[in-house]
């Protein structure tokens, strides 16, 4: 598989599990707490590498004990951890509430991850062999910016959700909203196909030459503004889906860098996302592209036999 760099986060995820969240002033008891790696770029690249692609991540992280666990725990799913940079601020942290439902809360302290040098991403963007640039929004505008340089195709993971500057939409090979981010960015509503037609020729007259709209349990839509597909995501029982967004990201990624067919890398992206919503955590959720391949394979028995 070809390679791919993967610019961003990365976090250690305090969990919680709480039977509902609380409201404001509210003390409420939790039944578990238990410590993931996590951060979006860390997220993204190992659920890549997951998939077979030699990935790199270039990401800031502290000279601290969490930055000695998230390299361990990176390099255990098969990440190049030779562009990470170790900075004398504290590692990246955010604490995550989970209920009973398996949907999160999550608030972040960027730690090491706001400083992360655009200097140093330019130069590592400029030399880097691989074609497919992956960077998401917890990192500052300014690293975004450094991603693009010309011959190379940046996938942009808006998420958390901020606005985007036209300048930067313009130079985007592929962006890939969740529904809120869709929303932010576009005023338009995932809901419906119009809204998700309507949304993606805003996006795409911004300058933004693919748009893919994740869609949770409900799958994904694709268009170049000339073709569009709306692929379904096999049914799963939800336990945890912090880090789904980020297995499909990662697991598509690897697949566009590999120049799968669009149709291909979605399929496998939306079994990747749902298969890691079945077990707790982000990263610790996701899985390999053996067991992701297994999953489609059983998703398509059961249509067969829901046809005959
Ligand atoms: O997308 C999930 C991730 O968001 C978590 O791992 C957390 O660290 C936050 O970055």
């Not at 077990?279 to 059983?298: I, Y």
Request: proline share 5%; net charge negative; aromatic share 6%.
């Amino acid at each position: 598989m070809n390679p791919l760099l993967v610019v961003g986060s990365a976090n250690v995820d305090y969990v919680l599990r709480v039977p509902r969240f609380p409201a404001p002033g509210e003390t409420l008891a939790a039944s578990s707490l238990r410590t993931f790696p996590g951060g979006k770029g860390a997220n993204q690249a190992a659920a890549a590498a997951l998939a077979g692609a030699p990935t790199t991540l270039c990401a800031a992280i502290g000279q601290d004990a969490s930055g000695e666990f998230l390299m361990t725990q990176l390099s255990a799913r098969g990440v190049d951890l030779s562009l990470l940079t170790r900075v004398p601020t504290e590692t990246g942290t955010a604490v995550i509430y989970v209920d009973d439902t398996g949907e999160n809360q999550i608030v972040i302290a960027a730690g090491a991850n706001g400083v992360l040098d655009p200097a140093f991403v330019r130069e590592t963007v400029a030399e880097s062999h691989a074609d497919f640039i992956l960077v998401q929004l917890e990192v500052s505008q300014v690293v975004v910016r450094s991603c693009l340089l010309d011959g190379k195709k940046v996938i942009l993971n808006p998420a958390p959700f901020r606005p985007i500057p036209g300048e930067i939409l313009s130079q985007l090979f592929l962006i890939t909203p969740n529904e809120t981010e869709f929303a932010g960015l576009t005023g338009s509503d995932a809901s419906s196909i119009q809204g998700l037609r309507q949304g993606a020729g805003f996006l795409r007259e911004k300058g933004v030459n693919q748009v893919i709209v994740t869609l949770g349990a409900r799958g994904c839509f694709w268009t170049d503004g000339v073709n569009e597909l709306l692929v379904e995501a096999p049914q799963v029982q939800p336990v945890d889906t912090t880090g789904a967004g980020d297995a499909f990201n990662g697991a598509l990624a690897a697949e566009l860098a590999s120049e799968k067919a669009i149709e291909e890398a979605l399929r496998f992206a939306v079994a990747a996302a749902s298969l890691s919503a079945t077990q707790p955590g982000a990263m610790a959720s996701f899985r390999s592209r053996e067991e992701v391949e297994n999953l489609m394979r059983s998703a398509l028995n059961s249509s067969d036999q829901a046809l005959r």
